[in-house]
């Protein structure tokens, strides 16, 4: 007698085993920031040249996958996971704003971060362009 495996068993078989694969959020969005005091760890803070970028990129897609809205409080670092929240104080004028990662850059040289919209006419920074800002990590986001 001859032994075989069918071919509609094996299909079947690699069907639910690819079915029962359950995939991760690529991100999650914290509704509220954290309380605006700083990491104990003191390497989590950076000084620095922050610009901000708008319209040219509201409601495209940001690195983490959420859409980009110019006004909501966000911002674009290179390293830092996505979902980490900062404080951010420019040093020029000692305002300050409360931003979450959820995109990467800036790609421009000397740049630390890259502020939404919002967040830059916050702490006065829309009229110049750039400032001199000291980023400090109140919660590091997951990966």
Known sequence: ???YWP?????MLLLLTLMSCTPSPRYTS???PPEESPAE???QEQEGISSYYGAEFHGRQTANGEIYNMYAMTAAHR???F???LLVTNLDNGKQVTVRINDRGPFAKGRIIDLSYGAAQKIGIVGSGTAKV???VLEL???
């Open 1 to 3: 007698m001859r032994c």
């Open 7 to 11: 071919g509609h068993l094996g299909i």
């Open 30 to 32: 914290a509704k509220r």
């Open 41 to 43: 760890n003191p390497k």
């Open 79 to 81: 390293t830092l996971p």
């Open 83 to 85: 979902n980490t929240w």
């Open 134 to 136: 000291r980023l400090e």
């Open 141 to 143: 986001g997951g990966q």
